[in-house]
């Protein structure tokens, strides 16, 4: 049966790389910018986007979100509040997101299209992909993203990366959510450094906390950057 | 491809709940009672059943711990930091535990055998396997526990149980980790509550620091009148 499971999931993800292709090609003839967020439940993904996107409004940048939860719609109702389209995908079960999924999600999304015309995602500068909370399972899916994102927090213990390889090592970017709980948390900063960069070496971290703000001024501007050069 | 996928999955699962079936059966004759923590990574898992290893010792118990992790030996190191056998099971890739590694990772476990004999589970009082982080993949496969028990952290957000419904509708128990950092996190405790009792009605729940010692008692009592009638 092993066997079995081994081609069929060569398979799955064979599709799901030809469909990402597909996606990433668009994107960037749309000149948008994709970023794959992915992390454990719990690290801060939702309210750290939330802030983004508001910043990024605040900034002049037309920025969406798509959010993948197995149930509810809580995450898109809380990422909302930022006043950008959001839409929610509930995977039902599933423990990731895939292409097909965000393929999907792009069809007969109202908020991006302009009135009376069909659906133009090159409206966008930004489109941010909240993954399912799961540090194991989406990083083998490809959503035809630019740039992924690992988001670590201080609460969560400093050795993840190394217990979470995979994940840490196919991100383009890393970031360190809830750094106002650093103290209590008696979180070792320098030890999640080190771990990070013996994963993944020289990957850009970002020391940020939605609540305070601090960090994300370098965390706008990495992403300022990125879309100059998409 | 989808309909072979759901038919492989069912073929996976019905092999596992008979192998876990086969566990349960010899866990119940040996007298020893198995319980299987899930919970996101960063949840404290493996302080808080570190803390629980030490306590059950000091109070003349019998125990042991199975960790389950993708890659790295560091969370059984830390267990037995705590004076109990240990043993690590490294995944490498896969996202939960399931019956057929628990039982491999019985045998030969010479900490379980005593001097000159072959390996007894009925040396022990308490059996505890700690999953793989993960809050999904874990929830359909049954290691022969008596039981299951769903942790969360005041760090993680209160909607946890309505968005990850598999897990916390199939645990018998519920612990609520971290409370010491329940204020700098503006944990909303009766709205945790009120969440874990939707999907699971009348669960027991222990609200706990392993830091600070809170709510151990309770939960040490638990498992005491659990293994009485085990």
């Given amino acids: 049966m092993t066997t079995r499971i081994v081609e069929l999931r060569r398979g799955i993800l064979k599709k799901n790389d030809e469909l990402a292709a597909g996606l990433r090609s668009r994107f960037q003839a749309a000149g948008v910018l994709v970023l794959n967020l992915v992390s454990s439940p719990g690290t801060g993904k939702t309210t750290f986007l939330e802030r983004t996107l508001r910043d990024l409004r605040a900034r002049g940048a037309r920025v969406a979100a798509l959010v993948g939860d197995l149930e509810t719609d809580n995450d898109a109702r809380r990422l909302a509040a930022s006043g950008a389209p959001v839409r929610q995908i ?23 299209a302009a009135p009376g015309k069909a659906l133009d995602i090159s409206l966008l500068d930004y489109l941010f992909i909240e993954n399912v909370g799961n540090l194991i399972c989406p990083s083998s899916y490809d959503l035809g993203e630019r740039i992924r994102v690992a988001l670590l927090s201080v609460t969560e213990g400093e050795d993840k990366p190394l217990k979470y390889p995979t994940l840490f090592n196919s991100a383009d970017a890393a970031v360190i959510t809830k750094i106002d709980l650093a103290a209590p948390c008696a979180f070792d900063r320098e030890l999640a450094l080190k771990n990070i960069n013996e994963i993944r070496p020289g990957i850009r971290i970002f020391e940020t906390s939605a609540k305070t703000g601090a960090g994300m001024d370098a965390w706008l501007a990495y992403l300022e950057g990125a879309l100059k050069t998409s």
Avoid: Q, S
Avoid at 93 to 110: F, Q, S, V, Y
């Fill in 90 to 112: 509930n995977t039902h079960g599933i423990c990731h997101l895939d292409a097909e999924m965000i393929g999907k999600h792009l069809e007969g999304w109202e908020a991006l």
